[in-house]
Each structure stands twice: as C-alpha cells, then as structure tokens.
C-alpha cells in the first residue's frame, strides 16, 4: 500500500491560548448573565497520528482531531456540569443552559463550590512539556514495520504478531473560573509498541514491549522495542505450574506502579470521606516498611505527570507523602477537603508526578536478594478491594532459584492484603522508570500467596 505524503499532524496548528480564553470568557459571561454565581471550565484540543502494522501489513492508519469543552456552573451550592464539542456561541450557550438547568435541579450540598481563590497558583515558568514529533504517516508506518522485523528476528520461535504501533499526539488545554484565573498549556505524547507471539509444538505465548515519552528523541529504537517483545515472548515457552506455596514476590517497575496506584487510591480524598479505604485513619502512621519513601514532585521538566496547579487551578507543590513507612499526608481537591473538615492539598485530579525513592539496589541485584521466589511479568483481573485491601491477581512470570532466572511459569494467582504487602516491602530498586506518571523501580515484597495447582 503506498500512502500519500503527509504533513504530520503533530505539528500541525492548534487553537492559541487566546482563542481558548476566548471560549472561556463566553462561557461565564453566560452562566453570569444567567444567575450563575460562580463557574469553572477546562477546554482541550488536540491532533495525533496512530499506526498500527500486523504481520508488516497496515492494519490500521489514523489521524485524529479532537476537542472538548468542559464546564461547571454553581447556583450558589448547587452545581451543574455540562461537556460540548461544538465551541460556537450557540454551541457554548447551550451547553451552560444545560448545566444551569441540572443545577437548578439538584440539591444543595454545603461542600460544592469553586476552590479558595487565594490558593489559586501564580504565573509560572515553562516546564518543557511541548515536544512536537514531526512524523508523517509513511514515516510511522517505516517505523512500526521495522519494530515488528526485529521481534521476527529476535528467535526463530516468534510465528505471530498482534501488531507493532506508532502514535503521537499534540495538545493544548486550558482551565479557568470565575475568580479570574486563567492558565493554558501545550504537551505533547509520543509511544512505540510491539506485541508478538511464541510457539513450540502446541506452546503458545504472547509478551510485549513499549516506550512512551514526550520528547520523540528520548523513546527506545523501533528495533531495539521488537528484539525486547521477542525475546520476551521466547522465553516464556515451556511455561510449568506452581504449586500453592508462600514465597517473595518481585514485580519489575511496569507492574510496581499498580501497586502504587492501589495506595494513590487509598488516600484520596473520595476514599476518605466515603470511608471506603483500608487507610482510614492512618495518617502519622507506619502504613509501609521503612524502606519506603514517597513524595510527590509536580513540576520536573518534561514529566508526564507535571503540573504547577491542579484542575481547580490551585497551586501544585513538591510533597512528602511517606517517610520512611509513615504516611504524611492525604491526596485532597477542594470537594473532598471541605467534606473532611480540611484545606485542599492541590490534588484536585490526583496525584503529580508520584517519585518513588529509589533503593541501592538494581534489578539482578533484587533477584539475587530475593533468593527463591516469583518474578512476575504480566498481571490479569482485576481483584482488589479498596476497602478492605484484599488483593488478588492472575499472574504469570518466571520462578527464580538462587538468585537467578529458573523457568518461566504461568496460571497462577497472587494473593495478599494490600496493608499487609506494604509493610512486606523488602527494597526498591535503582531500575527506575520515569515515562509514567509514577516514577519507580522494580519493588520486592516478601511473602505473598502464589496459588497454583
């Protein structure tokens, strides 16, 4: 298939800050004209290119455009929300008679409202979020075609593809309310994927590999992301079963950020108020092992999770969220703030750049602490409860005995309590990956349940 040549839709133009404001200011002028006593409203738009090759055929080519607008009016403590595509007058106008009339038809809550205009952040430096990755189409599909070769070349046992991907993606957003506050930002995404799939007589595997970043020249090599899915996939043939046992558990830094997530979860402020949290209550507390340091770092240059406010518009600042095992502090917008009795910490949209303190040790050093026990590699389902902290997932990965890789194994499920498994953390590793809105290494828990047959 020969595709037309293409401008990339990266850099292609997208609506300037002033042309956002504008969309804003209408809304309010509006919901004001119209007895709103306060609002807020977010609008974005953005521009991608998507490819995806299977079996070095184009499986699929996409070139995306999106926009939304957002808003939020409050007749006094009553709210009404309302989103639009269409960013014309009549378009805006309609959609805040929407919320105006779902405000009017709601009841009062005391907690509603626009967060404390004091807090609202100041102007602030550029945080180099804007990295446009001048890529057309026939350029992308080069580069998942290559991607995908490399894993075919990587073992000779590689007989299937679910695809290899390219994407890139451009966006501008903006958030204001009726304090006067108005902020706007440019950002940019930017991935490479491979999935393939291993066989032997009547052995069949899948694995993958990525990376993602803002900036194009910092992703891995197409070649280097396929030989990893190939590898990957290979090794996992001839996979054995498990007997239940109790063993340490060590999940690479791709797997660590859903435990992370799990404790995110644990003290947001929604958790909190409803009291549907296995942390209820812990704050000042030991909740982990003291090798356990977390903080909360909004404004590194270039991360994926950097902000200088939240979606209120209230100022972001580096945290300490756990020390050494205790826990310091709450994830809180205003909503749930007002709800606990407290001030918003500026988490309104959740947590900015989670850091995890990395330990001395690298990833073969972690195996070789961990002796005996599973590498795990891929997680399934889904079973957690936030409330009581019963985890429970399908796994598979690669038993390891003395300190070094034995076999890979499959079918089996990992099981815990999430407050026990915190406090079973043994280390972090060194082997941190900060593509992702959670900066971590590989983490070593020290006994967890591996069912199996």
């Keep these: 298939m020969t595709l037309p040549a293409s401008r990339s839709p990266t850099a292609a133009e997208l609506p300037s800050a002033e042309a956002l404001k504008d969309r804003l200011d209408l809304v309010f002028r509006h919901a004001q004209r119209h007895g709103a006593s306060a609002a807020e409203a977010s609008v974005s738009a953005s521009r991608g290119l998507s490819v995806n090759v299977r079996q070095d055929a184009i499986e699929s080519l996409e070139f995306q455009q999106d926009r939304e607008l957002g808003l939020t009016v409050y007749l006094r403590q009553r709210k009404g929300h309302a989103t639009t595509g269409d960013w014309s007058d009549a378009g805006i106008a309609e959609a805040v008679d929407a919320a105006l009339a779902i405000a009017a038809a709601t009841g009062e809550d005391p907690c509603n409202g626009l967060a404390d205009a004091a807090l609202m952040a100041l102007p602030a430096p550029d945080l180099d979020l804007d990295h446009p990755w001048h890529l057309d189409a026939d350029a992308a599909v080069d580069l998942a075609r290559t991607c995908e070769a490399a894993a075919f070349a990587a073992d000779s046992r590689i007989t299937g593809s679910e695809g290899a991907g390219v994407s890139s993606h451009r966006g501008i957003s903006a958030y204001a309310n009726t304090h006067g506050f108005f902020s706007a930002r440019l950002g940019t995404r930017h991935s490479l994927s491979c999935a393939v799939v291993a066989s032997a007589g009547d052995d069949m595997q899948r694995d993958y590999w990525y990376s993602n970043s803002r900036v194009p020249a910092e992703l891995m090599a197409p070649d280097e992301i396929g030989r990893m899915a190939g590898h990957r996939a290979a090794a996992r043939l001839g996979a054995r079963k498990l007997d239940t046992r109790r063993a340490p558990v060590l999940f690479p830094p791709e797997l660590a950020r859903g435990i992370w997530g799990h404790f995110v979860g644990a003290i947001s402020g929604s958790a909190l108020y409803r009291k549907a949290t296995f942390l209820l209550d812990q704050l000042g507390k030991d909740v982990f092992s003291s090798a356990v340091s ?160």
Excluded: C
Aim: aromatic residues 6%; proline residues 2%; glycine residues 14%.
């Design 294 to 453: 977390l903080r909360q770092s909004p404004h590194l240059l270039r991360a994926s999770g950097s902000a200088f406010h939240d979606s209120e518009g209230v100022a972001t600042q580096d945290r300490v969220l756990v020390d050494r095992g205790r826990l310091d502090g709450w994830l809180l917008g205003s909503y749930s703030a007002r709800k606990l009795g407290l001030v918003t910490t500026g988490n309104a949209g959740g947590v900015f750049n989670l850091v995890v303190e990395p330990g001395p040790f690298d990833f073969e050093a972690l195996l070789r602490q961990m002796g005996r026990g599973l590498l795990v590699t891929e997680l399934l389902g889904h079973g957690v409860n936030a409330v009581t902290g019963d985890y429970s997932r399908g796994a598979a990965g690669f038993w390891v005995e003395n300190g070094e890789i034995a076999y890979p194994v499959d079918e089996l499920t990992i099981a815990g309590n999430l407050a026990e498994m915190f406090k079973a953390i043994v280390a972090v590793g060194s082997d941190v990956d900060i593509h992702a809105n959670t900066h971590t290494g590989s983490l070593l828990i020290d006994g967890m349940t591996i069912a199996g047959h």
